[in-house]
């Protein structure tokens, strides 16, 4: 929750629709897949839905072990049906390791803010969807409803603008340790 809220979709969540109440998603984890699984995440993203695809080298299907990975992604991204899709790769072994692992070392959150959120965050605005936070800084968002919940574990005070779902900005002062709640 420190770039933004989200919800943990898997084989059996996208079996049970959850894909049908987002707008985008992200994989971030390359292999071997359930054939469904992977028709299910062609079928929203040509129903209009956004799929990033972070550092990602095959994308397969477990039964006739077609190359999901061109079909979604091409070489970088592409328009499919109604969606759009964003292959992320190339970005340097920093960057990529905040994917797996929790660190906080200022270099290596400065290069994937950089080469992975900062283009995900563009991608998405680019097509409606607005990330209310973005930035990897101990700064942690929910979105509820018509709310913006904001935990604050810096370490530190801090000042921020915020992105609202329709795009338009807001700039608070969030206390250190301090749980908000703004309007939206």
């Known amino acids: ?19 049908d109440g987002v707008k985008a998603l992200v994989i971030t984890m390359d292999g071997y897949y359930k054939t469904a699984t992977l028709e299910k995440i062609r079928r ?30 091409g070489e970088s991204g592409k328009a499919l049906g109604q969606g759009h899709t964003l292959l992320i790769r190339g970005c340097s072994e920093e960057a990529a390791s905040i994917l797996h692992a929790r660190t906080h070392h200022p270099d290596i959150v400065a290069a994937a803010q950089k080469e992975i959120f900062d283009v995900m965050t563009a991608f998405l605005a680019e097509y409606g969807v607005h990330v209310s936070d973005g930035i990897i800084d101990q700064l942690y968002t929910a979105r509820r409803r018509d ?31 301090a749980i908000e709640e703004y309007n939206l």
């Open 147 to 177: 709310k913006l919940l904001v935990m604050n574990y810096a370490g530190e005070d801090i000042d921020r603008t915020f992105t609202a779902p329709d795009g338009s900005r807001f700039s608070r002062h969030v206390p250190d340790l």
């Open 1 to 19: 929750r420190d770039y933004t809220d989200y919800v943990y979709a898997c084989d059996l969540t996208i079996a049970d629709g959850i894909l």
């Open 44 to 73: 929203f993203v040509e129903a209009g839905g956004l799929l990033i695809g972070l550092q990602l080298d095959t994308l397969r299907d477990l039964d006739g072990d077609a190359d999901y990975l061109a079909l979604l992604f």
